[in-house]
């Protein structure tokens, strides 16, 4: 199996950007397909984005598509949610996932808080 811990959230303005990653542990990140999903306060967990084991495919909800980026460095054994032209609907606590096939989401992260101010 493997660990996934998020990092790189943190408070920014509406129109700034961030970048989150999440480093695997154990197991090697290359063994899954990717994802992030968000959760905003009183809210259900949401999907965000979803990257193939090789990365040739990549997947996004509506909202964020054409803003959020998502990638991933097996060799590091990282995978990464640029956020560009955040706005404060985008405030939320943000979970890698990690899932044996693609749309499973066998393993989670802690997740990582990101609050955008107007």
């Known amino acids: 199996q493997v660990q996934l811990v998020e990092s790189g959230g943190g408070l920014v303005q509406a129109g700034g950007s961030l970048r989150l990653s999440c480093a695997g542990s154990?197991?090697?990140?290359?063994?899954?397909?990717m994802g992030w999903f968000r959760q905003a306060p009183e809210k259900d967990r949401k999907f965000v984005a979803a990257?193939?084991?090789?990365?040739?495919?990549?997947y996004y909800a509506d909202s964020v598509k054409g803003r959020f980026t998502i990638s991933r460095d097996n060799a590091k054994n990282t995978v990464y949610l640029q956020m560009n032209s955040l706005k404060p609907e985008d405030t939320a606590v943000y979970f890698c996932?990690?899932?044996?096939?693609?749309?499973?989401?066998?393993?989670w992260g802690q997740g990582t808080q990101v609050t955008v101010s107007s």
């Open positions: 996932t990690a899932g044996a096939v693609w749309g499973s989401y066998d393993y």
């Open positions: 154990g197991r090697a990140v290359r063994s899954y397909s």
């Open positions: 990257i193939s084991r090789n990365g040739g495919n990549t």
